[in-house]
């Protein structure tokens, strides 16, 4: 892992996103939904921003890929700083592992453009482009549109709502969907159609 560090490094800073420290239990599916959103120009709230989420789908990339049950945590640690906490399993029968990395926020974009560092010495950048109005889901990307994220509080998310954002990230932000995967959050997801497959089964 050390060769590979740097590069591991760089791309996990921008998947990184949000979570606290909360069971995966029997929460209800993220509701179809009226699919408005706070829009690319519209300012995001820091601090609902703040607490967990569940990564839901992702075009799956070095650093995450094959992970099961990814769940991100954000903390607010002062003005426009951010801690985010990334932890995932490499399968469902693995035990649970953790990144953290620090981030700032650019108030001037709405808080929309982060800066993150891992190791406290690799930066890289993120956008935030959409979240629900209620910050129930939310959509995060990355220069270059190679990568992009689709996370909710919960970790189901409706078929139909799925679909939208989807949809949403090809059609308005040039990401390229035929690779985006969703991620397993329960065990009974693995080998469904869809599903990124576990590094372990």
């Given amino acids: 892992m050390s060769s590979n560090r740097p590069l591991r490094a760089v791309l996990l800073i921008s998947l990184v996103s949000l979570l606290s420290a909360c069971a995966f239990g029997d929460a209800k599916p ?3 939904a009226e699919v408005a959103t706070t829009g690319p120009g ?3 709230d820091l601090q609902r921003f703040m607490g967990t989420w569940y ?4 075009v799956p990339n070095p650093v995450e890929r094959g992970h099961v049950a990814s769940v991100n945590e954000y903390a607010l640690r002062g003005d426009q700083k951010v801690s985010i906490t990334y932890r995932y399993r490499d399968g469902f029968s ?6 953290t990395v620090r981030a700032s926020v650019d108030e001037k974009s709405g808080n929309h453009n982060w ?4 190791y406290k010495v690799v930066p890289t950048h993120t ?3 959409e979240v629900a109005p209620d910050y129930s889901w939310a ?3 990355y220069p270059g549109r190679e990568m992009a994220w689709i996370f909710a509080r919960q970790p189901d998310m409706d078929k139909e709502l799925y679909k939208e954002l989807a949809t949403r990230l090809r059609d308005q932000y040039g990401v390229n969907t035929d690779k985006l995967k969703r991620v397993p959050q329960h065990k009974e997801q693995v080998d469904r159609l869809g599903f990124e497959v576990p590094n372990v089964r």
């Fill in 55 to 58: 990564v839901i789908g992702r």
């Fill in 42 to 44: 519209a300012p995001i």
């Fill in 127 to 129: 956008r935030v482009l």
């Fill in 115 to 118: 800066r993150t560092w891992f």
């Fill in 94 to 99: 693995q035990p649970l592992q953790e990144l």
């Fill in 139 to 141: 959509m995060l990307g």
């Fill in 30 to 32: 993220t509701p179809p």
